[in-house]
Antibody, heavy 128, light 106 residues
Framework: QVQLVQSGAEVKKPGASVKVSCKAS????????INWVRQATGQGLEWMGW????????GYAQKFEGRVTITRDTSISTFYMELSSLLSEDTAVYYC?????????????????????WGQGTLVTVSS | SYEVTQPPSVSVSPGQTASITCSGD??????AYWYQQKAGQSPVLVVY???KRPSGIPERFSGSNSGNTATLTISGTQAMDEADYYC?????????FGGGTKLTVL
């Protein structure tokens, strides 16, 4: 079955960087985007960015532009999300999620993009 | 930037129908998606492309999207449906989530 398994919890000091991994299995690694979404305790979901593993193209939410980098290692079917210049406000659970897309057509003009499945989440705590 | 808005909370009695709304400018011109997140767990897709159910999602979950509002409907709500629900849309190469709705079954 399709599965995304993330790396374990991290504790970092303010100003440091964190790199979270997401290992994909059960599907062709290069066929689907990966996305990263975070959730602070008691808060909602916040989208951070995506990567197309076939082309290596990435896109980031404006809020995180310049501070987040998504990469992949195709040889081990693993994605990475690195967040730099950490602040206490970056304390959150970070999820990877596979992106599924359906292109718009003349008969169905809406572009479709959604997430399924999600990884189990990785808690990143930023504290001095 | 595009935004979608959900009510913070909805309450429903067991066996009744729960409706959770998601509002955004001309949302009906985009697809809406819904995720269920139970306490301490990862989100799970329950509706995609407005009204389609993934394999394994019970038939009591359904969706609609028209005008400025998408709606997730849970018919015959069960105690196990108590969770946070998030709507999602895609706009200009950006993913947008609603703030989430806590569904209480009481």
């Amino acid at each position: 079955q399709v599965q995304l398994v993330q790396s374990g919890a991290e504790v970092k000091k303010p100003g440091a960087s964190v790199k979270v991994s997401c290992k994909a299995s059960g599907y062709t690694f290069t066929s689907y985007d990966i996305n990263w979404v975070r959730q602070a305790t008691g808060q909602g979901l916040e989208w951070m960015g995506w990567m197309n593993p076939n082309s290596g193209n990435t896109g980031y939410a404006q809020k995180f532009e310049g501070r987040v980098t998504i990469t992949r290692d195709t040889s081990i079917s693993t994605f990475y999300m690195e967040l730099s210049s950490l602040l206490s406000e970056d304390t959150a659970v970070y999820y990877c999620a596979r992106g599924l897309a359906v292109a718009a057509t003349s008969t169905s003009p809406r572009y479709a993009y959604w997430f399924d499945p999600w990884g189990q989440g990785t808690l990143v705590t930023v504290s001095s | 930037s595009y935004e979608v808005t959900q009510p913070p909370s909805v309450s429903v009695s067991p066996g009744q129908t729960a409706s959770i709304t998601c509002s955004g400018d001309k949302l009906g011109n985009k697809y809406a998606y819904w995720y269920q997140q139970k306490a301490g767990q990862s989100p799970v897709l329950v509706v995609y492309q407005d009204n389609k159910r993934p394999s394994g999602i019970p038939e009591r979950f359904s969706g609609s999207n028209s005008g400025n509002t998408a709606t997730l409907t849970i018919s015959g709500t069960q105690a196990m449906d108590e969770a946070d629900y998030y709507c999602q849309a895609w706009d200009s190469s950006t993913v947008v989530f609603g703030g989430g709705t806590k569904l209480t079954v009481l």
